[in-house]
């Protein structure tokens, strides 16, 4: 059903072709789900696997996005929206701030199954998905998007506040029980970096806005620092810290600037 804010976002109102899946799209997400079955259990987050029974994904059924709106909208209040693939900042804090998660709905190939420079609808989906039951997490996602949007015309600050989103929603850790565990999509979608992300291989620091800010990633490598946080309450209570270190740390590369 279309919204105001949809008929009005700039964006495509785009529907499930669920029909048009074949049969290699269907072996795809099987075989992307199977390979995690194991490793879910073992190195998720309580709330990530809470999350998946409530969503109800299965090996056998590509999700149908209908059907996962309903449940998510009764859980949080919040849904998927179709978009073609990446798209602009302002638009993916726009719906993002309005309880609306960006999602494809295309699958990998079969000889893409371990790296994408675009994410498909199994990171998408099966990544971030699950953890949209929990309350403080979509809080914490939708503030984030507040500021996204406040700070939307100063590239600089965007910049920072991805490296929030990629340390915290893509590839954050979280200690569950004096264990380290994995809440980010960027990292359940991934197979190898599930297995790789909590050994002793990487660097793990404890979770801080202003290092943070000031930790640069790549997109093509597994991490090599990953953020722990203690609770998805923690995220969620840090926006303000996030807010003032943003504030900060954007006046200051404008001093800067100015005196070069």
Known sequence: MSTEYEKHSGLPIMNQDYEAYTEEDFKVWKMLFDRQKDNIPVYASEEYIRGLELIKFKADEIPNIKKTNDILRDITGWEIFI?????????????????????????????????????????????HVPLLTNQAFVDFLQDLSKLGLKYIDNPHAIHLLSRVYWFTVEFGLIRENGELKIYGAGILSSK???????????????????????????KDVFQTKYFIIDSYEQLYNSIPEIDRLLAKKVAEHEDSAVTK
Do not use: C
């Open 83 to 127: 978009v073609p693939g990446l798209i602009d900042d302002d638009k993916f804090f726009q719906l993002m701030s309005n309880k609306k998660f960006p999602s494809s709905t295309w699958l990998r190939s079969l000889d893409q199954l371990d790296y994408l420079e675009e994410p498909d609808m199994f990171h998408d989906i099966y990544g």
């Open 192 to 218: 190898g970096e599930t297995e790789y992300a909590t050994t002793d291989k990487p660097e793990h620091i404890e979770y801080d806005v202003d290092t943070m800010l000031d930790t640069s990633y790549r």
